[in-house]
């Protein structure tokens, strides 16, 4: 069983000139339980199904399972999605880790957020100038969540 471990962080600074690729990303969520999510996602050109299991008390880690599929079938499956989120993905290399930048689009507009994943728990890992508040575990902040309650609905709570 895989298990993604990853810590996730607002953006206060300018991260763009240290950016080495991005990617344009769409994704919804198919089918839900108590214990796992089914996520579909293209990636540019290529298509992803995602089953992700629940996450540990402390938001930071939790099962995943990925298999690349036709970017065709993706997009047909994203049709049973409620709704999906648009975002751009950077990647931002520092130290031997690689940040994941994710902007978000429509009602999540404005929304920045910074994801590191590691090999443990209590892993060392580096927090250059750009990255924020720690909102690991934060339910908020899980992409399918955002989807069901916008970041514009509650960023001014």
Do not use: C
């Not at 290399?93 to 940040?99: A, D, K, R």
Request: a negative charge; charged letters at 35%.
């Amino acid at each position: 069983m895989k298990k993604e471990i990853e810590r996730k962080f607002l953006v206060k600074g300018d991260f763009m000139p240290y950016v080495a690729s991005s990617t344009r990303i769409e994704q919804g969520y198919v089918a839900k339980s108590e214990s796992l999510t089914l996520r579909i996602r293209t990636r540019d050109e290529q298509g992803f199904l995602t089953i992700k299991g629940r996450s540990n008390e402390a938001g930071m880690s939790r099962s995943e399972w990925e298999w690349e599929i036709p970017v065709e079938e993706a997009r047909e499956l994203l049709s049973f999605s409620k709704g999906t989120i648009s975002k751009t993905r950077y990647l931002v290399p520092v130290g031997e880790h690689t940040f994941e930048v994710d902007r978000f689009y429509g009602e999540n507009e404005g929304l920045i957020v910074a994801e590191v994943e590691l090999g443990s728990e209590d892993e060392e890992y580096p927090r250059p100038e750009w990255l924020g508040e720690e909102v690991t575990g934060d339910r908020r902040y899980y992409n399918s969540q955002l989807l069901k309650h916008p970041y514009s609905q509650w960023r001014d709570e």
